[in-house]
């Protein structure tokens, strides 16, 4: 079996260091519930990581389920590796960033990317309030031009500009920033 036969993920496997920089609109899209009122579209960029486990798959399959019930994924960077954040661990990251489409609400977009953390086999956000190694991570980051700040979610992201395993990524798909 091939590595492109092997992969969930119905984008297609590059090197590491090559982005995914187009349109995917080959990817099949669902209709989402939990719609904003009037349907508007607006852009979010997410930041995923994976340390444990397949890494590359993992991500590849974090993207395909973030555009069967997010949005439409637009854009994709390329994946890097990083050292751990926050934390000791023998287990490197890989990093990258997605632009997707969506008409969903900020609170909703949470809530269904924190549901695909769960089944990809991610168990808690911290360990006693620590960062420990994981299978996936998906950060909101942008939301259009929105700033937001709950107990659950700020938007932007209040440590992005901190971390270049977010920036260096995010910067390939959204070169204003």
Known sequence: MTKEQHHNSPLPISPLGECHNVAVPSLKKTSPKGKREGGCESSLYLSLGSNLGDREDTLHRAIALIN????TVQRVSSFIETEPWGFESEN?????AVKVQTTLSPMECLRRTQQIERELGRKSKSRNGNYHDRPIDIDLLLYGD????????????PHMLE???????????????
Request: aromatic residues 6%; without cysteine.
């Open 68 to 71: 069967e019930r997010v949005g």
């Open 92 to 96: 490197r990251f890989l990093n990258a």
């Open 146 to 157: 929105l700033t937001l700040s709950t107990p659950r979610l700020t938007i932007p992201h």
């Open 163 to 177: 971390r270049d395993f977010v920036m260096i990524p995010l910067r390939e798909i959204l070169p204003t920033i």
